[in-house]
């Protein structure tokens, strides 16, 4: 089973692609996690994404998807992966599509949280310096490290032109998995394992 968790930033699809990869014993893949753990290990698809992130450059939709067919033919994955936050473009979805074949992707969630909501909550979020963990103002930190900041990126008006990014290249992704039948809609807004308990159930 492969399924694929889109939202715009700060609608929480790290956290629940985690739960929902738990949850059916799935692999949770996420794009740049991968460009990390590639560049770490000094594989061939790392120190070729490296030549590209050096310069400035993006790394080419091509590359990163080697990556995630590469990741999800593992032996851990073979009962499926949940890929998280990616492709984010139409451009990215097709050509996914071409290398899966007729399997393809099965499930398409998008988590949908109002533009007003996602900026409240991700100006106010701050990160573990140490494992990158979010915390909201209200809650502990209680990862066993010390020391959060805020990224740049995070702050009103980064998050502001990032919704606006995510909207025009996302967009027609929408429309190109509800042509396919297999997008489903998922209130972001409510609380963690309310969220949780939906995007089960939308798969059933």
């Not at 120190?47 to 590469?70: Q, S």
């Not at 851990?76 to 393809?104: C, I, N, W, Y």
């Not at 025009?168 to 308990?197: A, C, F, H, M, R």
Request: aromatic fraction near 4%; hydrophobic fraction near 35%.
């Amino acid at each position: 089973m492969l399924i694929v968790l889109l939202g715009p930033p700060g609608a929480g699809k790290g956290t629940q692609a985690k739960y929902i990869a738990e949850s059916l014993g799935l692999v949770h893949v996420a794009s740049g996690d991968l460009l990390r753990e590639h560049q770490a290990k000094g594989t061939d698809l790392g120190n070729e994404a490296k030549t590209y992130m050096e310069t400035g450059a993006l790394v080419p939709d091509d590359l990163v998807i080697r990556m995630v067919l590469d990741r999800i033919s593992e032996e851990d994955a073979l009962k499926g992966a949940v890929l998280d936050g990616f492709p984010r473009t139409e451009v990215q979805a097709k050509t996914l599509d071409g290398h899966l074949g007729e399997s393809g992707i099965d499930f398409v969630l998008l988590i949908e949280v109002p533009n007003g909501h996602l900026v409240e909550r991700i100006a106010n979020r701050r990160l573990c310096e140490t494992c990158q963990r979010p915390f909201a103002p209200w809650e502990t930190q209680n990862c066993g490290h010390e020391g959060l900041y805020q990224r740049d990126d995070d702050k009103a008006e980064a998050v502001i032109n990032r919704l606006k990014v995510y909207e025009s290249q996302t967009s027609p992704l929408i429309e190109y998995y509800q042509l396919q039948g297999k997008l489903k809609n998922i209130d972001g807004t409510n609380e963690i394992n309310v969220v949780t308990n939906d995007l089960l159930n939308a798969i059933k």
